[in-house]
């Protein structure tokens, strides 16, 4: 599906079809931060954003729970599968680990995409031994062939194609995209 966007709107690389326009991102990160809202309302919670899709996603949901009256701690979990590669590794590494304690504390695992499911049972793991009280998941786009074990919350059902913008990236490049969009042919 390939949208156009109007004039005012950002630079789309020529290979990059618009799957998610910057406000329909906004609008699904609010409904994301309404179903969230119940379970991190309650009791002492962390936002852990695992590093470095995540970042943009991560900092426009805790705006949106701050906006509804929650305000989380905040720390980041700098995992690698890819190594620039357009496909997992299968092995994840810990790059950089959290900096502040969760012992005793619930936890808000953010992510920016669900497709395997590897990091985020890694992740959950690893904060689980560090001793988090509960570890929800909460990511931007689940993939169709995820299997939604370990998946709390997500924002939005992408299609089975490479991501790119809002964090998302091809070898580094294309991060900083407002918008979600695919790499045409892959």
């Keep these: 599906m390939h949208r156009r966007l109007a004039i005012t709107d950002p630079f ?17 990160v609010a409904a994301l931060a309404d179903r969230l809202f ?17 970042v943009p996603f991560a900092a426009d949901l ?24 357009r496909v997992s590794s299968g092995r994840i590494v810990v790059r950089a680990d959290i900096s502040r304690s969760v012992e005793g ?9 669900f497709d395997s499911g590897r990091t985020i049972a890694f992740a959950r793991a690893h904060l689980q031994a560090k001793g988090a009280a509960q570890v929800l998941t909460g990511v931007f786009a689940r993939k169709p062939e ?19 913008g809002y964090g ?19």
Aim: aromatic share 8%.
């Design 168 to 186: 998302m990236d091809d070898a580094g490049k294309m991060r900083g995209l407002p918008f979600i969009g695919a790499i045409r042919g892959v």
């Design 12 to 28: 789309v690389p020529p290979n990059v079809d618009v799957l998610l326009t910057t406000e329909e991102v906004q609008a699904r």
């Design 62 to 85: 805790l705006r949106a729970l701050s906006a509804r009256g929650v305000d989380l701690g905040f720390d980041a979990l700098w995992l690698e599968s890819y190594h620039d590669e």
């Design 146 to 164: 995820a299997v939604t074990d370990g998946l709390d919350a997500w924002a939005w059902d992408a299609p089975s194609r490479y991501l790119v």
């Design 38 to 54: 119940p379970a991190v309302s309650q009791g002492s919670w962390t936002g852990v954003v695992t590093l470095m899709g995540a």
């Design 105 to 113: 504390k619930g936890v808000l695992l953010i992510d920016d995409v």
